[in-house]
């Protein structure tokens, strides 16, 4: 019996012994598949950047209506990347900014002019007129179609003693047309699940407008010609590009005129552009081509006095060029 139990005891032993090499090798063993699955994870987080985006900065100040220069711009990488914003500075050279911008802002496309303004050539204007379905061919003319614009005037015992009608403006682009327009953008307040068959019906009510680009010069006679008659707007093919000869007729007298050169200086060259621009013309002129004023003047050589019925004409001014004209305290020479 006391054999027996040794026996049982030594084998317990050796057992025991067994078990704690098993438990040692399988603690040097490769880590458990939970380990394993997290440790791959947590590596390329330590190792991954944020992203970057190419955007176009202003590398100096920027002033709002000015062309940006080239060296005006850079090329940086951001953590971000705005809506609108450049990636080339190709894009955004000689574009001009609505406000002013400060070094390092990034350049975005609703801080720059665009729409019809970057369609209007440099001396020329877009202007608006009243169109309708009558004036604007029966609706055919389109953004980009070339017109002659005729004027139809009608006596009305005042300015216009005898009606008449002649053209006014010679090809003339169409910047837009209605809810139209060349640089493409959709009509404003447009619906498109209105019934196409009912917006037709009332295109023809609805008071449309015609954009045209026109000289600085050539507004006075637009807005003379809309305020005194009535437009006609006549389209013509754009390869058409014959127009009246200027030297056929008679220049327009302006309605300021310009100040007499000083002894001394040169001849001073007729107004042009801007200058006759503000020099005006009359709706008499206009409506007359200046002839009227051309035939009182030999008919009457003493000048009518203006305003005050009381003011003088001094000896030198018997020629009917210069007028004094007297209100109260106030007196004032114009010339004719």
Excluded at 42 to 47: C, D, F, M, Q, S
Excluded at 218 to 246: F, M
Excluded at 287 to 293: F, I, K, R, T, Y
Aim: charged residues 20%; aromatic residues 2%.
């Amino acid at each position: 019996m006391i054999h027996l139990t040794k026996i049982v005891a030594a084998i317990l032993v050796l057992l025991a012994i067994a078990l704690g090499g098993y438990a040692w090798m399988l603690s040097r063993q490769a880590p458990t598949p939970s380990q394993t699955a997290v440790a791959p994870a947590a590596a390329p987080a330590k190792t991954q950047q944020a992203p970057t985006y190419p955007v176009v900065i202003a590398s100096k100040p920027l002033v709002a209506g000015q062309v940006i220069p080239a060296d005006a711009l850079r090329v940086e990488r951001l953590p971000i990347n705005p809506a609108g914003a450049f990636q080339a500075t190709a894009d955004a050279v000689g574009r001009v900014p609505v406000m002013d911008l400060g070094e390092g802002s990034p350049l975005l496309e609703g801080q720059l002019v665009s729409g019809l303004a970057l369609r209007v050539a440099d001396g020329e204007r877009a202007v608006a007129i009243k169109a309708d379905e009558i004036m604007g061919v029966g609706n055919k003319v389109q953004p980009g179609d070339f017109v002659d614009v005729f004027v139809m005037l009608k006596s009305d015992g005042k300015d216009i003693d005898r009606s008449q009608a002649r053209l006014l403006l010679a090809r003339k682009r169409v910047l837009a047309f209605g809810s139209a327009s060349v640089d493409g953008l959709p009509p404003k307040g447009a619906d498109a699940k209105a019934g196409t068959t009912q917006s037709q019906a009332q295109r023809t009510e609805i008071p449309r407008t015609a954009v045209l680009a026109v000289t600085v010069d050539e507004i006075n006679r637009l807005t003379l010609g809309e305020s005194n008659g009535r437009l006609l707007l006549a389209l013509r093919n754009p390869t058409d590009s014959a127009e009246p000869d200027p030297r056929l007729f008679a220049e327009l007298p302006t309605a300021l005129q310009p100040s007499p050169a000083k002894p001394g200086e040169p001849r001073r060259a007729p107004l042009e552009g801007l200058d006759k621009a503000q020099a005006g013309l009359t709706a008499v002129d206009f409506v007359s081509g200046g002839g009227d004023a051309n035939r009182r003047t030999n008919a009457a050589p003493r000048p009518a006095v203006i305003g005050n019925p009381g003011a003088r004409i001094s000896p030198a001014q018997r020629g009917g060029t210069e007028v004094e004209v007297i209100r109260g305290e106030r007196s004032e020479t114009m010339r004719y």
